[in-house]
């Protein structure tokens, strides 16, 4: 998956410090992010960006990641570096510069809409001991945007549930998924999404592994489950285009590094989780 980066090491603690000259600089422009397509993607150094307001994101391993002012980014244009859609991430390229990345543009996302406060509409200030948006005048405080949500890999012997997004871009085959609502167990979440999408009833939920998704804010949560009850799929045309039970021998997914729902259905075509 996208975050397993090993042997290198994601240090996500805030401890900001001035940016060193080989320090990489994160420039994005809505759902841009600034780069040089060199043997998969690099991102400007703070030396080749110039001095300028920059914001400590995270660091992997010694190399530090900085959030860098938009304007400029427009000197890099010239030598090289060019913006590009998000889901460039998504492909090739060094690992962890690809979750650096994706990990910048979700704090890029959540400081660009923290500028103000909610409550008072007083400017909003960073804190100097945490990564938190702080009111000077009401004292709200601000932490980075992170919704909890489900994949569900309903299976049935030696089926499982495999479905297709409807409206979206992604075409490919996906397991079911949701958000949790407020108040609700994720276990609940989890009974919640199969009935709504699918309609149908599931039991022996059991927990598989979790993953940051930054492409959407997001905190993946896997689970499997097992049919409980009948197996006609009564579908909710507004979320998808289809669902189907597909036999473990019939799985075409292949493997890639990026998505735990990649990973729970190999896993099942595979016979881990039977």
């Not at 809505?30 to 991102?43: A, H, N, P, T």
């Not at 400590?56 to 900085?66: H, P, R, S």
């Not at 997001?218 to 289809?242: N, P, Q, V, Y």
Request: proline residues 5%; charged residues 30%; contains cysteine.
């Amino acid at each position: 998956m996208i975050q397993e980066i090993a042997p290198k090491h994601y240090d996500n603690a805030y401890h900001p410090r001035p940016p060193r000259e080989q320090d990489h600089m994160l420039f994005y422009d809505g759902g841009r992010i600034l780069v040089k397509k060199e043997d998969g993607i690099r991102y400007p150094t703070f030396a080749e960006s110039g001095a300028g307001e920059s914001i400590y994101l995270f660091t992997i391993d010694e190399e530090g990641f900085y959030l860098g002012d938009r304007p400029l980014a427009e000197g890099l244009l010239e030598k090289g570096y060019a913006f590009e859609n998000i889901s460039i991430l998504r492909r090739g390229g060094a690992k962890y510069l690809r979750f650096a990345g994706v990990t910048g543009w979700q704090l890029y996302n959540w400081y660009e809409s923290r500028k103000f406060c909610g409550r008072c509409s007083a400017p909003m200030v960073q804190d100097e001991k945490e990564r938190m948006m702080r009111c000077p005048e009401c004292g709200l405080m601000e932490f980075p945007k992170i919704c909890p949500a489900v994949i569900i890999g309903v299976t049935d012997g030696s089926r499982i549930l495999m479905s297709k997004y409807a409206g979206r871009e992604y075409k490919a085959y996906a397991l079911l998924a949701g958000f949790a609502e407020i108040g609700e167990p994720i276990e609940d979440t989890v009974r919640r999404e199969v009935m709504e999408e699918v309609g149908l009833q599931v039991k022996n939920i059991t927990y598989y592994k979790s993953q940051p998704w930054s492409f959407s804010d997001t905190l993946l949560l896997g689970f499997f489950c097992e049919l409980d009850g009948e197996d006609k799929i009564r579908l909710d045309e507004k979320e998808l285009a289809l669902a189907e039970w597909v036999e473990r021998k019939d799985i075409t997914v292949e493997p890639d590094d990026l998505s735990l729902t990649n990973e729970m259905m190999l896993a099942f075509k595979n016979g881990d989780r039977v």
